[in-house]
């Protein structure tokens, strides 16, 4: 009809999509190694006894990616670690002192990569009751043994980690060094066998006899891993 135009806006605009990052992935977690002895021997409360030799198996809740195994002395000195895949280990193959405790720890490795878990377990191989000497050695050794007997008893000690470079005797004789070594391995002994101690020795005593039951352990004593 010819009449006013007329006119109406509206403000409007496209939404940007939405972007949603994916979510991280929480790590799976694991339980501790759960341990346990799989060779002849008995419990004696805080600590396994093994028979002859020892060998462990353990279980873990989760995926796991692998184990670190390590093994320790009384003392807390490493005596052997390593990776392992599987759960088991058997300890035949290790030189370990029969009456002396050892400590092993498990670390278990999530495949998730998650915390590690860890369990340990203190245990030992049982002492001989009558160990025999070597048939090279005396039945005792005292400050009149020959050299001989007294050396191949040093190098014992040596093997076995009672004495350092510091406190090194005088090889092949009867010096209160040697008697102070000799002390050190009765009293490590005695202190892991308190039923059946060895006859602890004077080493400021230049008279002292090395008995026979001491001499018959020490040189049975197979030295450790290290």
């Not at 005088?170 to 010096?175: I, Q, S």
């Not at 352990?217 to 450790?224: E, G, H, R």
Request: hydrophobic share 35%.
């Amino acid at each position: 009809s010819g009449g006013e135009d007329t006119a109406s806006t509206v403000t409007f605009r496209i939404a940007e999509p939405e972007v949603t990052e994916a979510p991280t992935p929480t790590p799976a977690p694991i339980s501790a190694p759960q341990i346990g002895a799989s060779a002849p021997g008995y419990d004696d409360g805080s600590v396994y006894v093994f028979d002859t030799t020892a060998a462990f198996s353990w279980s873990v809740d989760g995926e796991v990616g692998g184990y670190t195994v390590t093994l320790y002395d009384a003392q807390g000195g490493v005596v052997n670690t390593g990776s392992v895949s599987g759960n088991s280990l058997d300890l035949s193959g290790f030189s370990l002192t029969p009456g002396m405790d050892y400590t092993l720890e498990v670390v278990a490795h999530p495949a998730s990569g998650g915390e590690d878990t860890a369990s340990t377990v203190t245990f030992r191989i049982a002492a001989s009751e009558a160990p025999t000497p070597a048939p090279s050695m005396p039945a005792t050794i005292d400050r009149n043994s020959d050299s001989a007997s007294i050396e191949n008893m040093q190098e014992q000690l040596f093997a076995l980690g009672m004495f350092t470079n510091e406190n090194a005797p005088e090889r092949g004789v009867f010096d209160q060094r040697t008697l102070e070594a000799v002390l050190r391995f009765q009293q490590q002994y005695n202190a892991q066998n308190p039923g059946a101690p060895l006859i602890e020795i004077d080493p400021t005593n230049p008279d002292t006899v090395i008995d026979a039951t001491t001499l018959a352990v020490l040189m049975s004593a197979t030295v450790p891993m290290g």
